[in-house]
């Protein structure tokens, strides 16, 4: 299973980005799909999930009303738009897949089993 990110970059503060995940080798929909985070220097942290299904999400507080995910199950792809971004949303985005039919929750970076390369995601206060 190969994950494939794209659409980070460099914007100021205030501004929206999206990112997007192609997922390759398995049925997209055999998969949770979540977003994390990895700021320089610090521990890669959740960010948002999404059901099998597209049905449900979950965020972390930080990113709550600020950011949203998405799938498209047809074109194996998941997404994140991120709104209102702030400079501490810096970070290496990176996302991940979950053989998963159940609800989506905030998953920790061990509960994931295929992950993509990342992309960098700069915002400048």
């Known amino acids: 299973v190969q994950l494939v990110e794209s659409g980070g970059g460099l914007v100021q503060a205030g501004a929206s980005l999206r990112l997007s995940c192609a997922v390759f080798g398995e049925i997209f929909t055999n998969f949770a799909m979540g977003w994390f985070r990895q700021p320089a220097g610090k521990e890669r942290e959740f960010v948002a999930a999404i059901k099998w299904s597209g049905a449900s999400t979950y965020y972390a507080d930080s990113v709550k009303g600020r950011f949203t995910i998405s799938r498209n199950n047809n074109g194996n792809t998941v997404y994140l738009q991120m709104n209102s971004l702030l400079s501490e949303d810096t970070a290496v985005y990176h996302c991940?897949?979950?053989?998963?039919?159940?609800?989506?929750?905030?998953?920790?970076?061990?509960?994931?089993?295929?992950w993509g390369q990342g992309t960098q995601v700069t915002v400048s206060s």
């Open positions: 991940a897949a979950k053989r998963s039919w159940g609800m989506p929750e905030p998953y920790e970076p061990d509960d994931m089993e295929y």
